[in-house]
């Protein structure tokens, strides 16, 4: 346990929070194959399932736009909830748990996080209720389970009223009632559409919200307004009366609500009461279901052991061990299995979900890279978005054109080979999305280095278009002419990493050719882009140069900084100048910014990023994304603690202050922590509160390969780690390739230059050769003070 | 005023309802030529402004959907809302007004609606608080004044906190603040767009929402959340602080929040504050605005010196009088001053909102012919909707092909001819969407028969493709072979009535032809859709029929069976079934249902229609516009008692109890009462809440031209009542064609034939003929008992 007050990590790395209202937004998630569930710490609840697109079995109280997951979703009192409404008519009180909407202040308040299950524990009036939900396995349903004791030495009249939102979808189509054969409350929806096609493309929604529970109700309410009546939410008028009403919702915003009256003798627990809530098709289906239902358990609640791959760090903080080893590994699964419950992810989020899944499925992680390449055009381009499933068409931001996809494949294709030592991947076959040809995955590559070669004006730089990484900088290059600083030199990384790949792979021939390119464009940035101090970020259409000395607003981008780094653009006395610039003009209590200062208003030149507002992902926030990959090229630059330093501002804090102003459960980390730090420092730091992030996968990888300095190459695995300088021991413990290793790393006077030692394994240089699928290795790696 | 105890009418025309939550869904609603707004007898604002698609400036606190103003829109608490919160801080009280969010019950509530404003006089501990709000002139802005007296004998210190909903719109762009120099809380949001093209589209939106005060606050607050803190909206966590806590929203939802303490000595009246809130796009634009802004009045309440067009009538029961003469009539303004505020409304709803303004603005209903005309195609088809700006597009149910609005040309010129004798109209030259050339209106609507004649299957039953009236019946034809009886009938009463209007211009042959025309359509409708007791309503591309006596759901649809009646199609057998099956399938306490019974589920040959739950607008409601035309086709076959029957029951009721149900304000018609009467006994007769709707334009003609009988033609005015047989006399004051009509209907003994007598007019017949311009024409109508 740490001794922090407010949040605490137990053994079993499960996450504790002990009050709703410190950190009213905190939240965990849970997920399957097919569903996603955020849960507020308060109550509240985002839930999403596929069909194909992502769907919602319980919505606001209006009709709600749909659209992307959304960063710092605002909670209001009729938002999607799961409350467990509890009278107590000995004493005449009436509270909720875990906390909406009565908000009445508990004797004692626990929010567990558990790998696969979230667990309330609250007192109220001297009744302890236990809440735990978890969600079913590839089933759209989350399972709910309550159980009360009374702790007090007087028998207790209770009546339990769990209150599931159902929502409104659409005024004409709504209805709901109570199934006493099926003892569920089913409310059902009609997808309302107006073309005849849309129709025959509806016929397969799921389109109904269920309420199943294993105890049957003394009575039930499914019209929202008459349970909630003149009380409002926080009182209702039904609880106010000895039953609920039993009305059924016709026509009407549905509820799912159930009553039961529980008498309990001092010290008595009640039974446990459970409930399924989702979506289904058919009411034969629930009824088929119910049996399923009826049978589930919560899943054990050890971390680890639903952590199918082994992985474990030691470090000297435990709050950081914690988040590295429980939670941010499970955000680099949840990425990887997910794809962010999106049917046309973002080729650039697809390939970094991937390269996370890299160090926990690499089977998957390539069949991955097959589908991405499998949807290359054969001029080397690649899509915007990559289709999931055949129903799946590119929406949202992935209509817009982007000219950067090509570039994350090396970046992909190096991690897995690191992981696997596969270069027979190299030579697989796969088709392009326009043409019957299949080339191989080395010639895919190859093509898409060619196309990002093809795409440079005459200076050698690279067309934006609508846009690059950082989706909103949208108005740069959209008449043809701007260019991208960033994107050029991320070319040369990814064609210098291309023409490392390649030489291993003994293709010398064509890793000259891309070892050439990646000179060209590092020779163009160069020559067109250093601004004095620091790295240009690009040049519009009209020929205007914007992230520059001389700019009021957007004077330092963070990107253009870190590729320059890791493509070996920067020579020592630019190097030198960066990391100082990023030191003096975007690094903040809470982290690194993208840019700065941020934009306050429209750069017709830029566009987007510039209208919105300070502090938003892409304009002047601690964006976690961009940060790492600062933070992956200082490490490979050498300057491991200066690193470190920036890794460590990426996870949730582990100060009380600091977790109250960023209001976050520290069980992910979120792709955005608000910046604008010079303009609003009040406001800074505070979470985005979203979980689907690049950044997770990149830090995992920055954690494994940097910090541990556990690389693999064709010969086994490299060590090259790089410890803060104050730290005297740690440990990776991790599969890889199919062994077991088990890496003690420790400070010692003995030594003057890393060494390794072990009895099992085979060492050679700073490397361990020829290992062997299912050992054991226990290293000792001893580092001069 | 009447002794109804909840709502009463006032001598002025004012409707005023006492109680918020007896009828928590009652609302009024305001317009000007640039915004709607829909006010809830509790607090709740739905608004709306045009640029040049309707846009809000005050939201709900998640992303809401774009759709169409919506029937039966549910609230709730963090629904929009204008609310003005009272502490009495000697008496440590809480109160909001007009009743949200704190619902407290009032000492005194009463809410009134004028023509052009809304007040609110409500009492609180002792204070009464009046509040009254009304729209500016052509400009995006709500004013609301409030005035607080103190009735009570000790001296009171109280604060009024003015609290207006901003809304969320975009996790990215939304901020606001105090501008202390202007007195007025700005908040600004910037319109989500992801492809370039959009930029320059939203360039010049208003996004700007502003709250201008003319008293300087004490203090203000903006971010929402710290507004509420965790007191919940009823008991705002600011509000237990002895100011607001003066804090900007940065990056946060906003609300504009100001504070006001007040001392009142015994029986003081204080200050009258004012506010204006709306939409903007500069802050110069509101600093300019602000001098208009100050100079605002609320307008006067005579609803009758609003209204420029005289128009009053006189009936036996002073609440229809009441309904028909202010509210109705102002009802059938808003319509055709804001049309619905669409920039493309369907083609069906445009021509029949003008057919109402025909009685209000003659020159301009002449003008929105020739709109509609300009739009057609030279094919003779009429598009699905009529675009009114030039960045308008179809949008929603307008891009599904519908094959009725032909049909409504006729109707809509018949009575601009009766109103305006103009039928130089038929000369105009116009030309069409898709050719240069140009053509009469005459030829215009000869080939929009023409089109219609052409439009049908070898048994001269017309195709139904998508969907004709009755938008949602839109799988019966959609593979080109399915039919529409009402098509069919309403096709053929288009034509007859053109026939009618073109022998009345002379042109004998053409009338002719479109007599034979009409001829035809009966005869393919009686051959091919008479059932035995009634017509059917279509046959679907599968060859079935539906809307048959042997059907469980939708045995029985009223449109067939009405334009059965209108186009002279029913013999006298067949009428006398009609008559006899609407009565006993269709009728219910509530009034006409569209069809019955309900459908409860999807029949896919028919379509969404059948998809919609019971009671929606189009399945098995009281659907006014649909009714409308029964009743019109039970004048014009002489069955007046029976029609006035049916009459009664589109407009609210005047029964407490029924209103009760009903839950409306009855300051309109709305466009359905929920049916399905025989399912659901106990929802039927509910207002939809919706006051778009093409009854209003039906019910304004049938009064004037069916009841009191008023019908112009080639000559003057023929004078038909229809009275009830047991009103003793009634009343009727119209402008018509620039002359003045006070004609006063009495029965009397002494007559054995309706007689008129007048001093003024020139009389003969049953007709009033040379009639001047600028003359008063005073007319005794004598029926026989």
Redesign the interface.
């Known amino acids: 346990m740490t001794t922090n007050s407010m949040i605490q990590f137990a053994a079993d790395g499960s996450c504790r929070l002990s009050s709703p209202?410190q950190m009213p937004l905190a939240s965990a998630y849970l997920w399957n194959q097919k569903m996603m569930v955020q849960y507020n710490c308060r109550g509240y609840v985002t839930s999403q399932f596929m069909q194909p697109e992502p769907a919602k079995y319980s919505t606001?109280?209006?009709?709600?736009?749909?659209?992307f997951m959304?960063?710092?979703?605002?909670y209001?009192?009729?938002?999607p909830g799961r409350f467990f409404y509890l009278n107590d008519v000995t004493d005449q009180r009436l509270y909720s748990v875990p906390y909406e909407?009565c908000?009445v202040q508990a004797q004692h308040f626990e929010m567990r996080c558990y790998d696969r299950s979230i667990q309330w524990l609250i007192r109220y009036g001297e009744v302890e209720i236990e809440l735990t939900t978890w969600l079913g396995d590839d089933e759209v349903v989350e399972y709910w389970s309550c159980q009360l004791t009374n702790l007090s030495a007087q028998a207790k009249q209770l009546k339990l009223t769990p209150y599931f939102t159902v929502g409104?979808m659409s005024?004409?189509?709504?209805?709901g009632d109570f199934d006493a054969a099926l003892n569920t409350i089913i409310c059902q929806k009609?997808t309302p559409?107006?073309?005849?096609e849309q129709?025959f493309a509806n016929q397969h929604l799921a389109e109904k919200t269920f309420l199943w529970a294993d105890h049957v109700p003394d009575s039930w309410q499914v019209n929202?307004?008459g349970f909630e009546g003149?009380g409002?939410?926080?009182n209702p008028t039904a609880l106010t009366q000895a039953e609920l009403p039993r009305q059924p919702a016709?026509?009407?915003?549905p509820v799912a609500a159930m009553q039961y009256a529980i008498e309990l003798a001092p010290g008595q627990r009640s039974e446990c009461y459970l409930f399924a809530f989702g979506a289904a098709k058919t009411t034969a289906e629930i009824s088929k279901r119910r049996q399923q239902w009826a049978n589930a358990k919560a899943p054990a609640i050890d971390v680890s052991a639903n952590n199918q791959v082994p992985f474990k760090v030691t470090m000297p903080s435990s709050w950081l061990s914690h988040q590295v080893n429980h939670w941010l590994f499970r955000q680099v699964r949840y990425h990887g299995e997910s794809n962010r419950l999106t049917t046309d992810p973002q080729t650039r989020n697809f390939l970094q979900d991937a390269l996370g899944y890299c160090f926990v499925a690499p089977s998957q992680c390539r069949s991955r890279i097959i589908t991405a390449l499998s949807q290359q055009l054969s001029s080397g381009q690649m899509p915007d978005g990559v289709l999931l499933h055949p129903d799946a068409k590119l929406k949202?931001?992935n209509?817009?054109p982007h000219t950067d996809h090509c570039v994350w494949l090396p970046m992909l294709v190096e991690t897995y080979l690191q992981e696997t030592n596969d270069y027979q991947l190299l030579n697989e076959l796969v088709p392009y999305a326009d043409s019957d040809q299949v080339d191989s995955v080395q010639n895919h590559i190859c093509g898409a280095m060619d196309w990002l070669d093809s795409e440079r004006d005459e200076r050698g730089l690279s067309y934006i278009a609508?846009g690059d990484w950082c989706d909103p900088m949208?108005?740069v290059g959209?008449q043809g002419k701007g260019v991208s600083a960033w994107l050029t030199i991320a070319s040369g990384y990814a064609c210098q990493l291309w023409a490392n790949l390649l030489a291993k792979a003994s293709q010398m021939q064509l890793s000259e050719r891309y070892q050439h390119l990646a000179s060209s464009f590092r020779a163009s940035f160069n020559q067109h882009c250093w601004d004095g101090d620091w790295y240009l970020r690009g040049i519009s259409d009209d020929g205007t140069a914007f992230g520059r000395t001389a700019d009021q607003e957007g004077r330092i981008f963070l990107n253009p900084q870190s590729f320059a780094l890791l493509a070996g653009a920067a020579d020592a006395q630019q190097k030198h100048c960066i990391i100082a610039a990023v030191k003096q003009h975007l690094a903040t209590p809470y982290g690194l910014q993208m840019l700065a200062p941020a934009f306050t208003h429209m750069h017709e030149h830029i566009?987007?990023v510039t209208?919105?507002?300070?502090?938003?992902?892409e304009?002047g926030s601690v964006y976690n994304h961009a940060a790492a990959f600062y933070v992956y090229a200082l490490y490979l630059a050498g300057e491991g603690d200066l690193a470190f330093e920036y890794l460590q501002q990426m996870f949730p804090t582990d100060c009380d202050e600091d977790l109250l102003r960023r209001g976050q459960l520290p069980v992910f980390v979120p792709n955005y922590y608000?910046g604008a730090y010079e303009r609003?420092p009040e406001?800074a730091g505070r979470s985005s509160q979203l979980f689907n992030t690049g950044s997770a996968a990149w830090i995992h990888r920055i954690i494994v390969q940097c910090l541990f300095g556990f690389v693999g190459n064709q010969q086994g695995v490299q060590l090259a780690p790089q410890l803060p300088s104050d730290w005297q021991s740690a440990r990776l413990v991790r599969k890889f390739r199919g062994a077991h290793f088990d890496i003690h790393y420790q400070r010692s006077e003995e030594v003057t230059a890393m060494t390794l030692v072990s009895s099992e394994a085979e060492i050679l240089d700073q490397q361990i050769i020829a290992i062997e699928a299912g050992k054991h290795y226990q290293i000792e790696v001893l580092l001069p003070r």
Chains 1, 2 share one sequence.
Not at 70 to 74: K, L, V
Not at 171 to 175: E, G, R
Not at 250 to 253: A, K, V
């Open positions: 209202t606001g109280p209006n009709i709600e736009a749909t659209t959304q960063p710092e979703q605002p209001f009192s009729h938002y909407p908000r409104y005024w004409m189509n709504q209805q009609v559409y107006q073309k005849v129709y929202q307004a003149e409002g939410l926080h016709i026509y009407q915003t949202y931001i209509q817009v609508q949208n108005m959209y566009g987007r209208q919105k507002f300070s502090g938003s992902a304009n608000r609003y406001h």
